[in-house]
């Protein structure tokens, strides 16, 4: 797993609103890091409706292609200036961008409307890229302009350690404030918690100016109304115990949160399974 550094920002989109939001986001990222921005739709072709009747691909092709230069269009004048490409790329949707977050600096995809159903669908290209990607996701949420600090969120676990480094980096490059959040179960807990926050951020070079902050209640809920004032938040997906590609927390995150939300991972998680597979809904929901 790499930390963002010179690298495209991979932008996926399908022709929703939130991909248009996505699109956005990945404009100022690109500008920001001074990255050229590369705006993805991978068609896939559509297959026989019936034996009696021909797919209309001409159709498909055309649309996919009004897609890519809608999201273009809209990078473009949200962040005049910005160096963007458009790309039509024919193949299953998870597989090339897991390819592409290969050499990224970030892919960025938007949420899809996630939260409106019971539970995370385990076989969606946005659960499978935020999951299995490479290089950091970002999920952009809206159109909320950036405000507040960035926030880190912290367990003790490599994954959130790594994201604690990619929230550092980010915050310097910003010049923003960055808080670092972690999250007890009970009061008697708050000291425990500081000692964790304390060794946290002796791991991390360049985090003296820091806020730190012990919370207390359950991580996914507490987290989620934390969203709700800062900038950006980023985050470790795979927890303390490290036993499925997305926790239990960074589910409800990817969900709920109310600001954009950056996904790190410590390894490469599902490297064992070939690029484009699905695991089961038990191996990411575990």
């Known amino acids: ?29 690109a500008v920001a890091r001074g990255q050229p921005l590369r705006i993805l739709h991978v068609f896939s072709w559509p297959g026989r409706r019936s034996l009696d009747d021909a797919p209309d691909w001409a159709s498909a092709r055309k649309e996919a292609g009004r897609i890519v230069a809608e999201a273009v269009a809209t990078a473009s004048r949200a962040v005049p200036g910005v160096h963007v490409e458009g790309l039509l790329t024919d193949g299953l949707p998870v597989r090339e961008l897991l390819a592409r977050s290969r050499t990224a600096a970030l892919v960025v995809l938007g949420d899809d409307d996630v939260g409106l159903g019971p539970r995370l669908p385990a076989d969606s290209v946005l659960v499978q890229t935020v999951a299995r990607a490479r290089c950091p996701v970002v999920v952009a949420r809206g159109n909320r302009p950036p405000a507040g600090p960035l926030l880190a969120a912290v367990d003790g676990s490599p994954s959130s350690l790594l994201a604690l480094r990619v929230a550092a980096a980010e915050a310097a490059r910003r010049e923003i404030a960055l808080e670092i959040a972690h999250v007890v179960g009970h009061e008697d807990d708050r000291d425990a ?94």
């Not at 930390?3 to 609103?17: A, Y």
């Not at 980023?234 to 499925?244: D, T």
């Open 1 to 29: 797993m790499r930390i963002p550094g010179p690298g495209p920002v991979v932008v996926g989109v399908n022709g929703t609103s939130s991909g248009l939001a996505a699109a956005r986001l990945g404009a100022r990222e």
């Open 193 to 286: 918690g500081r000692r964790l926050l304390e060794s946290a951020v002796a791991a991390v070079p360049g985090l003296g100016g820091a806020r730190r902050r012990v919370l207390v209640g359950e991580p996914a809920p507490i987290l989620v109304r934390a969203s709700r004032r800062a900038r950006m938040m980023i985050v470790g997906p795979r927890g303390v115990g490290g036993g499925s590609l997305l926790g239990p927390v960074a589910q409800q995150l990817l969900r709920r949160c109310a600001c954009p939300t950056v996904f790190v991972h410590g390894t490469p998680a599902g490297e064992r399974s070939p690029a484009g597979t699905v695991p089961s809904a038990g191996a990411l929901m575990s």
